[in-house]
């Protein structure tokens, strides 16, 4: 579905990535591990169009979309729920919805869908014309997953959505990430620090160090590599 | 003191607050989205005027209703005028989004002075006489000596404006992407706005707003030259820090607050100091709430 061939993306002078290759394919949930600053959110905004990469191929069902902008990325239904959720802080619930579906026509579809996010997190329905910035950050991370789901993401990136996050809260949103995989046969792409949550949601890995990834397999797998036990899981 | 007097002020006040809010808004709808003071706006309210005078000029002719010559020339001159932001955000601060704020602002300063003196050779230095366009309301005869009907319209045009605006903002698909843009220009990007167009759209309206400023001073007035502007635009500016630059009800509530200052000072205390009641007040604000009356304390990150 995604394939990132040889991507090199650069902020000013510095490298962030140095020439990394992903697939993901239709139907998978697909984590990306690694510690900070090893370019994780790098990769995610290079496939958003935020970052337009310097050098390499990603490409989408097919079709090369390395460099195009962000609101023709957002058509094609690859959809970002960014590090730090980024909800828009003045504006209502109602309307941070409103906003993930900014690009969508359907009228009904829109209702629909907002019902089915109010039904998924019944306390957004409940707070539904508070200000997002009065939420707890839970909340945030809820709206902001309800928010990509507003848009019918075919492919659906998380950038560390347990950050912060009290471990019961971590659990339902990873509860939350697999559902949407299997109701909605969503693609996910989820970049996590958290190794041992994501591997044990994800069904394939890649671990990142300083711009190159440095192993791919299935979490399986990785969850029992010794390296993988030691650096990311600390056992 | 008499009641007259004070009333009278009251609605002088109110009068020159509605022109400083129909510019304030560009100021601070700008500043909210791409962070830049733009100092030329207050010359598109000059041009403003000055395209109403110019098709005014030459529709006399015609033999048109006054009243018909007016809002023709109105059109126009809101249609050049938005055609002049939009055309200004494009060569002056678009190439500029990604360098520092300063770049952008020394360009502000010089599109400000290109755009004074482009008037001021085309229609020289001197004011020149704007047409009394509108006819005198009938049902204002009984209060004409406190309120006349260019104050009239001048008012009820600014509350029509500032409705359909806080409509426009609140409710309708790109009011709303203008205030996430302001508020996150990346997640903006990431729900599919085109912040392009959003900062466009901003232009559009902002100039929009400013020219309709221009149009109903001048009929007021009756003269203008290539100056007016920025003065104007100074005022403007000034009412828009003193809400809290960023803030739309604080423009408005800014330019009121400042147009009551400056028509209550003059009328009371002196007319030769004008200029020193509107900054005089804008430093005592700023010195006990320095992000303005509406603004919000700037939050520091460590």
């Known amino acids: 579905m995604l394939k990132i061939e040889n991507l090199k993306t650069y902020y000013g002078n510095i490298q962030a990535l140095k020439g990394i290759n992903i697939e993901i394919s239709e139907g998978e949930i697909v984590t990306l591990i690694g510690a900070n600053g090893a370019g994780k959110t790098t990769t995610l905004m290079s496939i958003s169009g935020v970052v337009p990469p310097r050098s390499g191929k990603i490409s989408f069902n097919g079709k090369d979309i390395t460099g195009i902008a962000p609101d023709a990325i957002v058509p094609l239904g690859i959809i970002q729920v960014p590090e730090g959720r980024r909800i828009f ?15 969508r026509k359907d009228d009904a579809g829109i209702k629909r869908d907002m019902d ?70 969503t693609t996910v792409f989820l970049v996590e620090q958290n190794a041992n949550m994501a591997l044990k949601t994800a069904h394939k890995g890649y671990v990142m160090e300083t711009g190159r990834i440095t192993m791919a397999d299935t979490c399986a797998n990785l969850l029992k590599n010794d390296e993988v036990r030691k650096a990311y899981l600390g056992i | 003191m008499n009641s007259t007097y004070f009333i009278e002020l009251f609605l002088g006040g109110l009068t020159r607050g509605s022109i400083y809010a129909l510019i304030a808004l560009g100021y601070t709808m700008v500043y909210g989205i791409i962070q830049l003071i733009n100092f030329a706006h207050g010359e598109i309210y000059m041009i403003g005027a000055f395209t109403a005078l110019i098709v005014s000029g030459a529709l006399a002719f015609t033999g048109l209703d006054p009243v018909i010559i007016f809002l023709i020339s109105a059109v126009v001159a809101i249609v050049f005028s938005a055609a002049y932001g939009v055309t200004m955000e494009k060569i002056a601060y678009k190439p500029l989004r990604k360098a520092p704020r300063l770049s952008a602002l020394i360009s502000a300063i010089g599109m400000s002075m290109f755009l004074q003196n482009y008037v001021l050779l085309a229609q020289t230095s001197d004011f020149q ?33 500032m409705v359909l605006f806080t409509l426009l903002i609140k409710y309708t698909k790109i009011g709303k992407a203008m205030r996430a843009t302001a508020q996150d220009k990346i997640m903006a990007q990431l729900v599919g706005i085109n912040i392009n167009k959003v900062i466009m759209v901003t232009f559009l309206i902002g100039s929009s707003t400013a020219a309709i400023g ?89």
């Open chain 1, 116 to 185: 089915y996010v109010f039904n998924l997190f019944p306390i957004l329905a409940e707070r539904r014309s508070q200000r997002g910035g009065t939420l707890s950050g839970g909340e945030q991370q809820m709206l902001a997953i309800s928010r990509a789901l507003m848009a019918k993401p075919k492919l659906l990136l998380l950038d560390e959505p347990s950050l912060g996050l009290a471990p019961i809260l971590v659990q339902l949103i990873f509860d939350i990430i697999k559902k949407i995989n299997k109701e909605q046969k």
């Open chain 1, 89 to 103: 802080p003045d504006l209502t619930i109602t309307e941070n919805l409103d906003m993930g579906a900014f690009l």
């Open chain 2, 129 to 161: 006489p704007f047409p009394d366009l509108i006819p005198d309301l009938k049902f204002l005869k009984p209060i004409e000596n406190i309120m006349n009907t260019t104050q009239f319209i001048i008012l009820a045009t600014t509350a029509v404006v």
């Open chain 2, 214 to 302: 221009g149009i109903l001073i001048s009929s007021h007035v009756g003269q203008i030259n290539f100056y007016i502007g920025f003065i104007a635009g100074i005022k403007a500016f000034v009412a828009a820090v003193l809400g809290g630059i960023g803030s739309v009800p604080g423009a408005v509530l800014g330019s009121f607050v400042l147009g009551l200052t400056e028509s209550f000072g003059t009328g009371y205390i002196s007319s030769d100091y004008e200029d020193v009641f509107a900054f005089g007040f804008l430093i005592i604000i700023l010195i006990f709430k320095p992000s303005g009356i509406l603004g919000k304390p700037t939050k520091k990150k460590v």
